[in-house]
């Protein structure tokens, strides 16, 4: 069964701060990984997506990738309260071998709080 | 506007129907998604299509139906077969040219079984 694992929270984060999500995967052979914004009651909103090692910027938003260790991050610079919701880690998983179009796994999402 | 849209927003079921999402793109992707999602829990895939007139199970497949008959549709049937109904159902699209995969979310139906 292949998972992606992600701390619940909530995280609470000063406003001006940066936040600092996580997320592991158990699949090595993924190739894609996402993070979404989903406010509540809404549907997930694409944020950032990462495919090799390293570092991914993209205005507040960084998103890191170690595929050694399995461990995808999201940082987010300069807290606004507007970035209070959960935050959804995607992993494509590689279900055929054609990867790509075959879906994506899913963590639970950490619910992030910016306190003013 | 370009965009994925799902209808109706809300919806009721009596136990026993079966109820039809609709999910309708006009972004000229090729592959859709149906997703559920649970309170407190993350999206599971239901069914995705990569081409018109095929489509593959997801790991949730059991007491859901789906037709791809056009490039922009791919419509969700929830059957009485299905034991617990009540979430909420998101549609989603990509191109499948490229190597990049990212996946976009139509605005949701959530149904609720009376």
């Known amino acids: 069964q292949k998972e992606v694992e992600q701390n619940s929270g909530p995280l609470s984060v000063p406003e001006g701060a940066i936040a600092s999500l996580n997320c592991t995967y158990s699949d090595r052979g993924s190739q894609s990984f996402f993070w979404y914004r989903q406010y509540s009651g809404k549907s997930p909103e694409l944020i950032m997506s990462i495919y090799s090692n390293g570092d991914k910027e993209d205005g507040r938003f960084t998103a890191q990738l170690n595929k050694a260790s399995q461990y995808v991050s999201l940082l987010i610079r300069d807290s606004q309260p507007s970035d209070s919701a959960t935050y959804l880690c995607?992993?494509?998983?590689?279900?055929?071998?054609?990867?790509?179009?075959?879906?994506?796994?899913f963590g639970k999402g950490t619910h992030l709080i910016i306190q003013p | 506007d370009g965009g994925i849209t799902q209808s109706p927003k809300y919806l009721f079921r009596k136990e026993g129907q079966n109820v039809t999402l609709s999910c309708e793109q006009n972004?000229?992707?090729?592959?859709m998604y149906w997703y559920r999602q649970d309170p407190g829990q993350g999206l599971r895939l239901i069914y995705y299509s990569q081409i018109v007139n095929d489509f593959q199970k997801g790991d949730i497949a059991e007491g859901y139906s789906v037709s791809r008959e056009k490039k922009e549709s791919f419509p969700l049937t929830v059957t009485s077969a299905q034991k617990n109904p009540t979430a909420f159902y998101l549609c989603?699209?990509?191109?499948?040219?490229?190597?990049?995969?990212?996946?976009?979310f139509g605005p949701g139906t959530r149904l609720t079984v009376l």
């Open positions: 989603a699209s990509r191109h499948t040219s490229g190597s990049y995969n990212e996946q976009f």
């Open positions: 972004l000229n992707h090729d592959a």
């Open positions: 995607a992993v494509n998983a590689g279900r055929d071998s054609g990867g790509g179009a075959d879906g994506l796994t």
